[in-house]
Every structure is written in structure tokens, then in C-alpha cells.
């Protein structure tokens, strides 16, 4: 039996340079029962696979052994983190400031001279060396107790020889005369301190976006307890428990609203802008802010079960994860500062034999220890990876792997989902053609009972046609559900079926001549038909009609020009598939698949060496996202909490798609860049450092910028990919019509949503109040163009139409006032238009 393994996360601190997080995994990951340990150095994160036998406590301690601190990451606990992180930077920023006093004092005491100075300058540098510089030292002395070596190793062996020196020439009784060089090793520990400082500034940047989502818990919750409300810490808050959320405060924990009705902001999920409409039995989500009205929750997820601790938990994953190309870096890392180490010593042994002086040859041995930055290298990958996770989390876009953030640039062929992903996520039951033996409303029953026990958006949509319509279905026995064709029901010693004619055939029913050609009819006009049976006779035919959404034909198009080919995989009969395929532009489609088709097809592809992508919504396309080598779940914001999936899009927008595929090419080019120059720097700065350049020109590099040149390597390489915030904006324009550098995009421009008022001619769905996308024969009678944005009166600011049932809504009388409405009407969904600068924003015609 296969012994069952457990994920745990910490925080660690202690760490100067990529060697220590590969300390830290090899001490870790050689821990009995350690299945697998990554730490990653940006973001300061040890994930850690081990069999239950390993507990927390075992790690922290073998951390500890290696010199370093694990801590305990908290949901909720973001503020109390960044205190820590504060009172850190005030520290080691009072040391760099100590430290430039005293270089301060050195280099005014050089300039004073005499030997009361050299004495002085020994008194002063001495000072900083066991204060300011004891972190180098203990660094150093903890790499080599692990038998490894680390950037303090080199930074110590740097100032060391610059300081002992030093300290010989001082006393020439005792020792040798010469000059001293305490100036040196005083601004080395400035440099390299003020280096780390601004370092550490930056990667706190880099870690801005899961910072934002840890602080949206808020500290006290009000819970009701023995009928009165008191004040509770949120981590106090337990499963059943009744709290109060009044307006303009965050919803500590997950719940179901027990009373109370309110406009919630569910952005930080969902990546929409606008609040959603939450009244009783609704499930509001933890750190979403209420708008309006107090709601009293009942807490049904609390603490790290909740929708927010998992995308947490998702985000810290994919931060340790490695990307493949950072597998270079970490073997240049390993290798890196014994390599450095051997260059100084050759150095220091070529100019002491045939250099000018011994003074020369210190001087060029300790540049190149001090010049060399393994910081860089180890920086490069992560922290574009950590901002481009950031960007994307902030976009609605959640890479649950790092490496997807580059995988997702080899995508050659992006495999699509039709019901749910192409169109939308639920048909609507647009006929009902009976065959003899019961009526509409009995077929829409029958239908409606076997359909109960099952998750498929069609049958979903049957039973809520049913429910609409106040027709009661009867309560079916055992029910089966058939990947691929359809349902089975018992119903009083009856055995129904409904789904395709592959279903039809696998139970022994006959279609017959009427029933094929309805079917056909309804395939010819792109609705999907599904036959009802009972007792191996067929009673009815039902059609479906799911929409294309509306950007689906645009970003498809998007995704074609990035050289991408579109192929579209449907469980429906071909004359359908080939519809929607053909209005939609895709290059290639497959019909009639269940789900072991889906996955053979893509694995014909993949066994061609082509690199895949599938796109589908998370629920019945799990096993063709796992098959393929990129898989792309389409989901509400709860649903981005689920196991499926290497990147989960939060929002029902297909742009997100091209959003994701421009933030991977965006984000490898970035990391391309950072170890270009990280490996540029060492390449070009080693040999300048041990002097190639002074035969030929004279030219030498004082140590002191050396290492100041080290330190300013690794902020400019996680600068560079800070710089990666920026694309947030090319981003946003991706759908709206243009790139954000002000080109069009080819695929943006779309056709105002157009609606039909008319009523499906099938009586029985006859639903007052409502409209349906299209009648029978697919031909509008009537309609009307939609606007999608709104516009305050007063200062000109805009914002999105709000969306209901998928689509824009807007502005129609409700009981005598204006409100936005449904496109399906008022009876399915209104709410308040949105005030801004104290009126109601105006309906305005998009651009």
C-alpha cells in the first residue's frame, strides 16, 4: 500500500545567498520519511513533502541544525509578518548606517595621517568588523560546519584579508610595514550591507501581491455567543458559528448568509470589479469586503480550510516550485564559490611571482572574492517567477506550478472544451419534441428525474428548467451516470434514459425515423439533442442551446496569432461541433467523444512531440487537463481552490487565456534577462577583478567597488524583474482592443451583444418576463444593441457593465424606477444601478 504523503510550508529566515536555501534542502531533504524539499530563496519559503511520521517539529529542528529559523506561516497573520520583516529592515538599515559613520571616519582619518591615524582607522574598523561584519562571519562559519560554502564565505575571506593586512602593517615592530587597507574591508561591510538592504526591499515588493491576500483576513470577527455579539480574534471563529458582518468590514471566514441581504466585493477572488448580490443561503467567502447591508453568517470553512488559505496555499506552491530553466543556475550555484575561491588563490599566487608588489597581488585576489555574486544567479529565476505569479494572481490568473509560468511558452496546440468553456456554462432547454405517450410538461419530468443525480451542465439545466416551470419531478431510484452519453434512472420498476444515441444504443434503444430526423434537425440548427427513453422506447427529444460567449470567437483569434492551433474536443454529434467550430474560426475539431477520447487524442498529439494545452472548467474535464502538458481550468473564484489544473483563470473569460499566454512569454523573457546578466556580470567581472585588464592598460579594481558592484548586481537583477508589474496594464488591454503599446489587437474588436425578445415557440418553456438567446430556426425577430459600460455624470469616470447570467446588463424599469437588469429579464435578476460622486452612473454606449 502506498504510504500517504503530507505537504508542510515555513517561512525561513537566516538566509544570505541561493547556497543556503541548496544547505537547506540538502539537510532537509536527507531527513528519513522527506519525500521531497524545496526552498526557495526569494520568497524565503521552505515546502516540504514527507510521510506523516515526520512532523513539524522534526524539520524546524533539523533546520536549526543547519544554522537558519523555520517559522510558522499564518492565513491571516500577513500583518504581523510584515512587522517582522519592518523591524528587520530598521536593523539592518541602523547597520548600514553605522557602518557608513564609520567609513566615514576611516576615510577622514586616511586623509588626516600619521600613525595616531592608522591607530584610529584599526580602532574604527576593528568596531565594525566584529559588529556590522559578524553576520558575514557567522554565515561563513555555519556554510562550512555544513561542509558547503556560501557568499558569507566569500564576503568574509574578502574583508578578512583586507583587514588582517591591515592589522600587520599597523604594528611593523611586531610584523611588516606597509599600507594599510582598512578603508577597504570598512566599505566592503558598507557596500555589501547597503546591498542586501535594498536587496531585501525589493524582493519585499516582489511579494507584494500574496502580502495583499494574507492581509484581507481581518484580526477580530463579532460572534454571536449565548445571544449576545462580542468581539473575537477571527482565529477563534469555528465551524457553526454565527457572526455578524456589518457594511464596510471583510467577512472573516467561509459561510452561508442566514440573514441579512448586501452587495459583497469578491475582486480579490474572482478579479471582478463589480460587487455581487449575496442574500440568505448564499456562501460569501473570507476576506471579500460587504458593501451595503449587514449579513449574519453562519461559518461553515474556517482557518486554512477556506477559499482564501487554499489560493494562499496555491501561490506559496507554486513559488517553490522550479522552473526548468532554472536548473542551470542551481548547478552553477553549487559549483560557484569553490570555483571563486580557486580563481583568488591562483590570482593572489600569479601576481605575488610576477606582479609589481604583494600589495598588488591582496588587492586583486580579494576584488575577485568580493566581486563574485552567486546572490544573482539565485535570484534570477525566482523572483521573475514570484512577480509574474504576483501579476497574474492580481489578473485572476493562478499559476498553481511556477514552471507553468514557462511551460505555458511552449504551447504548440491548445485543446478547448466546447459546453462551458467555448460556450455558455449552461444550455437552456429550448424544445421539447414529444413522440407519443406523455405531454411536454411529463417528458420535462421524467427528464428532470433522471437528470437529479447528475453534475453535466446539461442535466443541470434540466432540472432548473423544471424547477422554473413549478413542474415537480418525481423522485428516481438508483441513478448512473455515463461519461460521454448521458444518465440511467430506475422509476417505479422503469428504467429511463437520457442522453446521445451512443446512450441509446449502449441500452438497446431504437431511435426510429422520427426521432433521428428531430435530432438532426435540431444538430443542423447547432443545438444539442438528447433523447429521453423508458423501457426501451424513446418518448422525446430535447434540444439545448448554449451560446458562444461572446469573447470566445476574439480570443480564440488572439490565440491563433501567437502561432498557436486551436482544436476544439465535444462530446456532442459532429454536425454540432462543426457549427460552433466553424463561427467560432477554430482550426480543428472533434466530435462525439467521451472522456477516454479526449484523452487519446491529445496523447496522438503529444506522442508527435508536440507540446499541448487544455482548456476546460475544472468539473468533467479533469482527466484530458491532467493528460495534456499544460492544463487550464476555467472557474469561479471557489472553484480556483480545487486540485485540477496548472493554471486556474477565476473569471468566465476567455481573454484570460492570451492574458495567461502573454504573462509566461512576458515573465521567461524577464528570466532570460536576469541570468543573462548574472551570468554576464561574473563572466566579465572575475577577470576584471584579478586584473587581465593591468598588463595591457594599467587598470585594476579597488575592492571596495568590487563589492559594491556585487552588492548592486543582485538589486539590479530583482529591479529588473520588478519591472514586471508594469505588463499589469498591457495585461488589462488584452480583449478591449488594444495591447497596451497602442496597436490593435486583430481579435479584440467584437460585435455588440445582440439578444432576442422573442419567446421559443415550445409552450411549455413559455416563461413570462424572460428572453431566450435564439428561436427554433436560430433567426432573430427582434433586438437590440447592449451597452456595456457605465458613466458618472459629474467627473466622466467609467466602469464595466455589470454581468448577470454571463452577460452585460442593463438599465430597464423595476416597479416604477430604473434599475439594471438581466438580459433575461427582471423576474431573473436586478439590482440598484451604482452611485458615483453621489448620483446613479449613467447607461453609455461602449466604444
Not at 555555519?142 to 561542509?147: D, M, S, V
Not at 574583508?159 to 577597504?184: E, K, M, Q
Not at 482548456?615 to 473564484?637: H, M
Not at 480556483?640 to 495567461?660: F, H, M, Q, S
Request: charged content about 20%; overall charge neutral; glycine content about 10%.
Amino acid at each position: 500500500m502506498e504510504v500517504q504523503v503530507k505537504t508542510e510550508h515555513f517561512r525561513i529566515r537566516g538566509m544570505h545567498c541561493a547556497n543556503c536555501a541548496l544547505t537547506i534542502e540538502g539537510a532537509v531533504g536527507a531527513m528519513p520519511g522527506v519525500r521531497e524539499a524545496r526552498v526557495n530563496f526569494a520568497a524565503e519559503t521552505l515546502t516540504v513533502r514527507a510521510e506523516p511520521s515526520v512532523s513539524r517539529g522534526d524539520i524546524e529542528a533539523c533546520v536549526a541544525k543547519a544554522g537558519y529559523q523555520a517559522l510558522e506561516p499564518a492565513v491571516g497573520a500577513g500583518a504581523g509578518e510584515s512587522a517582522l520583516d519592518r523591524v528587520e529592515a530598521r536593523r539592518n538599515l541602523a547597520w548600514v548606517v553605522a557602518s557608513a559613520i564609520g567609513a566615514a571616519l576611516v576615510m577622514a582619518l586616511e586623509h588626516v595621517g600619521g600613525r595616531n591615524a592608522e591607530l584610529g582607522e584599526f580602532a574604527v574598523a576593528t568596531l565594525l568588523m566584529f559588529t556590522a561584519g559578524l553576520t558575514f562571519y557567522r554565515g561563513a562559519w555555519l556554510a562550512l560546519r555544513n561542509r558547503t560554502a556560501n557568499m558569507d564565505t566569500l564576503v568574509a575571506l574578502g574583508i578578512s584579508a583586507a583587514y588582517f593586512y591591515s592589522v600587520l602593517t599597523t604594528f611593523p615592530g611586531i610584523f611588516f610595514s606597509g599600507p594599510v587597507f582598512f578603508d577597504t574591508s570598512v566599505e566592503l561591510i558598507l557596500f555589501i550591507r547597503f546591498g542586501k538592504y535594498l536587496e531585501a526591499r525589493a524582493r519585499g515588493r516582489a511579494m507584494a501581491a500574496l502580502r495583499a491576500l494574507l492581509s484581507l483576513v481581518p484580526d477580530d470577527a463579532t460572534a454571536i455567543r449565548d445571544g449576545r455579539e462580542i468581539i473575537v480574534k477571527a482565529s477563534e471563529i469555528r465551524t457553526g458559528d454565527t457572526i455578524i458582518v456589518r457594511p464596510g468590514t471583510r467577512i472573516p471566514v467561509d459561510g452561508k448568509v442566514a440573514s441579512g441581504y448586501s452587495a459583497v466585493d469578491e475582486s480579490m477572488l474572482t478579479g471582478e470589479s463589480m460587487p455581487v448580490e449575496k442574500g440568505v443561503g448564499d456562501e460569501v467567502s473570507g476576506g471579500t469586503l460587504n458593501m451595503s447591508g449587514a449579513l449574519t453568517v453562519t461559518a461553515t470553512r474556517v482557518g486554512a480550510e477556506t477559499v482564501l488559505a487554499q489560493i494562499v496555499r496555491m501561490v506559496e506552491e507554486a513559488q517553490a516550485d522550479r522552473a526548468p530553466i532554472q536548473r542551470l543556475a542551481d548547478f552553477v550555484a553549487a559549483r560557484f564559490v569553490p570555483s571563486v575561491i580557486a580563481i583568488a588563490t591562483l590570482t593572489f599566487a600569479a601576481w605575488a611571482w610576477f606582479g609589481p608588489s604583494p600589495v598588488m597581488a591582496l588587492t586583486a585576489a580579494t576584488a575577485v572574492l568580493v566581486i563574485a555574486c552567486p546572490c544573482a544567479m539565485g535570484l534570477a529565476t525566482p523572483t521573475a517567477l514570484m512577480v509574474g505569479s504576483g501579476v497574474g494572481l492580481r489578473a485572476g490568473i493562478l499559476f498553481k506550478r511556477a514552471s507553468a509560468l514557462e511551460l505555458i511558452t511552449r504551447v504548440k496546440v491548445m485543446f478547448f472544451d466546447k459546453t462551458g468553456t467555448l460556450t455558455e456554462g449552461r444550455p437552456e432547454v429550448e424544445t421539447i419534441a414529444v413522440l407519443g405517450g406523455v405531454d411536454e410538461s411529463q417528458a420535462l419530468a421524467l427528464a428532470a428525474a433522471a437528470a437529479s443525480g447528475s453534475v453535466h451542465p446539461l442535466s443541470r439545466s434540466v432540472v432548473a428548467c423544471a424547477q422554473a416551470l413549478g413542474i415537480e419531478a418525481p423522485k428516481a431510484g438508483k441513478i448512473e451516470e455515463v461519461p460521454g452519453m448521458g444518465v440511467i434512472a430506475e422509476l417505479d420498476g422503469s428504467r429511463l434514459a437520457l442522453g446521445n444515441a451512443r446512450l441509446m444504443e449502449s441500452c438497446g434503444v431504437a431511435i426510429g425515423v422520427e426521432a433521428g430526423a428531430e435530432a438532426q434537425r435540431l444538430a443542423a440548427s447547432a443545438a444539442t439533442p438528447l433523447y429521453l427513453a423508458r423501457d426501451g422506447a424513446v418518448l422525446a427529444v430535447l434540444g439545448f442551446r448554449a451560446l458562444e460567449k461572446p469573447e470566445a470567437k476574439g480570443a480564440l483569434e488572439e490565440v491563433r496569432r501567437m502561432g498557436i492551433r486551436t482544436v476544439m474536443l465535444s462530446g456532442d454529434n459532429h454536425e454540432v461541433a462543426q457549427a460552433v467550430a466553424a463561427r467560432l474560426g477554430i482550426d480543428e475539431f472533434h466530435a462525439e467523444l467521451g472522456p477516454g477520447d479526449k484523452i487519446a487524442v491529445i496523447r496522438r498529439f503529444k506522442s508527435e512531440g508536440i507540446f499541448t494545452a487544455m482548456v476546460g472548467d475544472g468539473i468533467n474535464d479533469a482527466p484530458a487537463l491532467a493528460a495534456a502538458d499544460i492544463g487550464i481550468a476555467i472557474g469561479s473564484g471557489t472553484d480556483a481552490a480545487k486540485e485540477i489544473g496548472d493554471v486556474v483563470l477565476t473569471r468566465n473569460d476567455l481573454y484570460d487565456i492570451v492574458r495567461a499566454l502573454e504573462l509566461g512569454r512576458l515573465t521567461l523573457r524577464k528570466v532570460k534577462q536576469n541570468l543573462f546578466w548574472a551570468f554576464f556580470y561574473n563572466t566579465l567581472g572575475i577577470p576584471i577583478a584579478a586584473g587581465v585588464l593591468y598588463p595591457f592598460f594599467g587598470i585594476t579594481l579597488n575592492p571596495a567597488f568590487a563589492g559594491l558592484a556585487m552588492a548592486l548586481s543582485s538589486v539590479s537583477v530583482v529591479s529588473n524583474a520588478l519591472l514586471l508589474g508594469f505588463a499589469e496594464k498591457r495585461l488589462a488591454a488584452i480583449g478591449r482592443g488594444e495591447r497596451g503599446d497602442g496597436e490593435k489587437h486583430p481579435g479584440a474588436a467584437r460585435a455588440p451583444a445582440v439578444i432576442e425578445t422573442s419567446a421559443t415557440p415550445a409552450a411549455v418553456l413559455k416563461r413570462p418576463g424572460r428572453a431566450v438567446a435564439h428561436t427554433a430556426n436560430g433567426n432573430p425577430k427582434e433586438s437590440h444593441e447592449m451597452a456595456s459600460k457605465l458613466k458618472c455624470s459629474k467627473c466622466g469616470y467609467e466602469m464595466a457593465m455589470p454581468n448577470h447570467c454571463n452577460k452585460p446588463m442593463h438599465v430597464g424599469p423595476v416597479k416604477g424606477r430604473d434599475e439594471l437588469v438581466c438580459w433575461m429579464g427582471p423576474d431573473c435578476g436586478h439590482q440598484e444601478i451604482p452611485s458615483h460622486c453621489g448620483t446613479p452612473m449613467q447607461e453609455v454606449a461602449s466604444a
